[in-house]
């Protein structure tokens, strides 16, 4: 949800005058990519984004997000939208034969960091896609919602575009549905977010890729399947997202009109087709600044409050470049530290492999790709989809075993990673367990029927940092 906006209301004219400087700073961004890669910088890099869930000594959440932050007193950490969560925001490294390594001595080190102040309020941390722990009083935003403005807004403005309630209604094997006057139900879910930095004149490439590798990565991390209880999607962030946030009023959501949390408009030419879309959304918070229009400032707040699945930044590195890169949003956290590395790993090295393989990375119609995003989303690894060579369809399973690993390894080699035996070996073994954070939790809770009991062995297992394909029943 970002970081802190000014604390007050906006009026008639403050968003006139945001949406007049959103347009000016756009026709600026199209100077820039008038100008072409000189001015952009050509480095592959890699970030992360891990958001993690507090818990007390019962494995319930924990309200305890401001304490720990406090305590930390670091820029590596940050409130999420519920008291229960936090983030841990990443160092960035350059995507080379030591970003593994590099990668993992600072997701650690930050996690430790973070585990030993939570101990200090008898807390641990722990990582799921959507905590099973969680119920409904969960979501009393005077109890629970962190102590930032921004989010107070956010649910006047939704409720305000949307002239009614939020309201959440999905099916998997039992029926979700919820409503609420404010976006607390957005705090259901804890995802990782990887941010891929990209040359400019491949860039539209990229995004394409990264359309394609999100299908797959999805379903083979899939872990968010309990909902308040019920057995919903193997990846339910998404269909709580996509509502959660949902700004369209009846009229518009009546005429399709897209949500704010989306998969795509479709392929695109430049990312100044992504850039131009931003202007079909209303605008969240018009905080009016007086700054130089290549400071952007405007349009990377308005562009933040649209959560595509594969979100495009523009934004400038410490020499000064202007970059280029995709912000990966589709993985939940969890459920392990080695299991997060590996899907950080298999979706990087999988976009990688499918640019270097030349195929024609439009050969699936847009609407079977974006139909196979959301079938994946409900059914994880048990789900048939166009593979993106052909365009058949087959067994996601069964594409990852061949196609999936070989392209993951192509990629990763590129960018001479190639000491990734135990990435490889899990992204198999996973595949070929058909186990992971989803299915084992619905297993689980099909044979024991008690979130308590599912909390403590999964803990359990993730505190051993056990990849979740060994994990028993």
Same mark, same amino acid.
């Given at each position: 949800?970002?970081?802190?906006?000014?604390?007050?209301?906006?009026?008639?004219?403050?968003?006139?005058?945001?949406?007049?400087?959103?347009?000016?700073?756009?026709?600026?961004?199209?100077?820039?990519?008038?100008?072409?890669?000189?001015?952009?910088?050509?480095?592959?890099?890699?970030?992360?984004?891990?958001?993690?869930?507090?818990?007390?000594?019962?494995?319930?959440?924990?309200?305890?997000?401001?304490?720990?932050?406090?305590?930390?007193?670091?820029?590596?950490?940050?409130?999420e939208l519920a008291k229960y969560d936090l983030e841990i925001n990443g160092n960035v490294?350059?995507? &080379?034969?030591?970003?593994?390594?590099?990668?993992?001595?600072?997701?650690?080190?930050?996690?430790?960091?973070? @585990?030993?102040?939570?101990?200090?309020?008898?807390?641990?941390?722990?990582?799921?896609?959507?905590?099973?722990?969680?119920?409904?009083?969960?979501?009393?935003?005077?109890?629970?919602?962190?102590?930032?403005?921004?989010?107070?807004?956010?649910?006047?403005?939704?409720?305000?575009?949307?002239?009614?309630?939020?309201?959440?209604?999905?099916?998997?094997?039992?029926?979700?549905?919820? @409503?609420?006057?404010?976006?607390?139900?957005?705090?259901?879910?804890?995802?990782?977010?990887?941010?891929?930095?990209?040359?400019?004149?491949?860039?539209?490439?990229?995004?394409?890729?990264?359309?394609?590798?999100?299908?797959?990565?999805?379903?083979?991390?899939?872990?968010?399947?309990?909902?308040?209880?019920?057995?919903?999607?193997?990846?339910?962030?998404?269909?709580?997202?996509?509502?959660?946030?949902?700004?369209?009023?009846?009229?518009?959501?009546?005429?399709?009109?897209?949500?704010?949390?989306?998969?795509?408009?479709?392929?695109? &030419?430049?990312?100044?087709?992504?850039?131009?879309?931003?202007?079909?959304?209303?605008?969240?918070?018009?905080?009016?600044?007086?700054?130089?229009?290549?400071?952007?400032?405007?349009?990377?707040?308005?562009?933040?409050?649209?959560?595509?699945?594969?979100?495009?930044?523009?934004?400038? &590195?410490?020499?000064?470049?202007?970059?280029?890169?995709?912000?990966?949003?589709?993985?939940?956290?969890?459920?392990?530290?080695?299991?997060?590395?590996?899907?950080?790993?298999?979706?990087?090295?999988?976009?990688?492999?499918?640019?270097?393989?030349?195929?024609?990375?439009?050969?699936?119609?847009?609407?079977?790709?974006?139909? &196979?995003?959301?079938?994946?989303?409900?059914?994880?690894?048990?789900?048939?989809?166009?593979?993106?060579?052909?365009?058949?369809?087959?067994?996601?399973?069964?594409?990852?075993?061949?196609?999936?690993?070989?392209?993951?390894?192509?990629?990763?080699?590129?960018?001479?990673?190639?000491?990734?035996?135990?990435?490889?070996?899990?992204?198999?073994?996973?595949?070929?367990?058909?186990?992971?954070?989803?299915?084992?939790?619905?297993?689980?809770?099909?044979?024991?029927?008690?979130?308590?009991?599912?909390?403590?062995?999964?803990?359990?297992?993730?505190?051993?940092?056990?990849?979740?394909?060994?994990?028993?029943?």
């Amino acid at each position: 949800m970002g970081s802190e906006i000014s604390n007050r209301e906006f009026t008639k004219e403050d968003f006139t005058a945001f949406k007049n400087a959103c347009l000016r700073e756009l026709e600026y961004i199209k100077s820039l990519f008038a100008k072409g890669s000189n001015i952009f910088s050509d480095k592959y890099r890699i970030g992360y984004e891990l958001e993690v869930c507090i818990l007390n000594s019962a494995n319930l959440p924990a309200p305890l997000n401001k304490e720990i932050l406090n305590d930390l007193h670091s820029p590596y950490f940050t409130n999420e939208l519920a008291k229960y969560d936090l983030e841990i925001n990443g160092n960035v490294f350059e995507l &080379d034969a030591n970003a593994p390594q590099s990668l993992e001595k600072d997701l650690h080190a930050l996690w430790d960091q973070a @585990q030993k102040s939570a101990s200090k309020f008898n807390a641990q941390l722990g990582l799921f896609g959507v905590l099973p722990s969680l119920e409904l009083k969960h979501f009393n935003k005077v109890l629970y919602q962190s102590d930032m403005h921004r989010y107070t807004l956010v649910s006047q403005r939704i409720k305000e575009l949307r002239h009614e309630s939020v309201k959440i209604l999905f099916h998997g094997e039992d029926e979700v549905s919820l @409503q609420k006057d404010d976006v607390m139900f957005e705090a259901l879910g804890t995802s990782l977010q990887i941010h891929f930095q990209i040359p400019f004149d491949e860039a539209v490439e990229y995004y394409h890729a990264a359309l394609l590798a999100s299908v797959a990565v999805l379903g083979f991390a899939a872990n968010s399947p309990l909902v308040l209880g019920k057995r919903a999607w193997h990846e339910s962030r998404i269909a709580i997202f996509e509502q959660s946030v949902d700004t369209r009023d009846k009229i518009r959501r009546e005429h399709g009109e897209e949500t704010r949390v989306h998969f795509a408009h479709g392929y695109i &030419d430049s990312w100044l087709d992504l850039f131009e879309q931003n202007k079909a959304f209303k605008i969240i918070f018009a905080d009016v600044k007086d700054t130089p229009e290549s400071d952007l400032h405007h349009f990377n707040l308005h562009n933040g409050t649209i959560w595509r699945w594969i979100r495009p930044i523009l934004d400038r &590195d410490k020499d000064g470049k202007h970059t280029l890169r995709l912000e990966l949003r589709v993985l939940p956290s969890g459920p392990s530290l080695i299991d997060t590395q590996t899907n950080i790993w298999f979706f990087i090295g999988l976009i990688q492999g499918l640019i270097k393989s030349n195929i024609d990375l439009r050969k699936i119609l847009f609407e079977t790709l974006k139909d &196979d995003f959301y079938t994946v989303a409900k059914t994880g690894l048990e789900t048939e989809f166009h593979e993106p060579i052909n365009a058949e369809k087959i067994s996601l399973k069964e594409w990852i075993l061949t196609d999936g690993l070989r392209l993951t390894k192509m990629g990763l080699s590129s960018f001479r990673i190639n000491n990734t035996a135990n990435f490889m070996n899990i992204i198999e073994q996973r595949t070929l367990s058909g186990q992971n954070g989803a299915s084992w939790q619905l297993e689980h809770f099909k044979k024991y029927n008690s979130i308590p009991k599912l909390m403590e062995y999964y803990m359990k297992n993730s505190k051993q940092n056990i990849p979740v394909h060994e994990w028993s029943l």
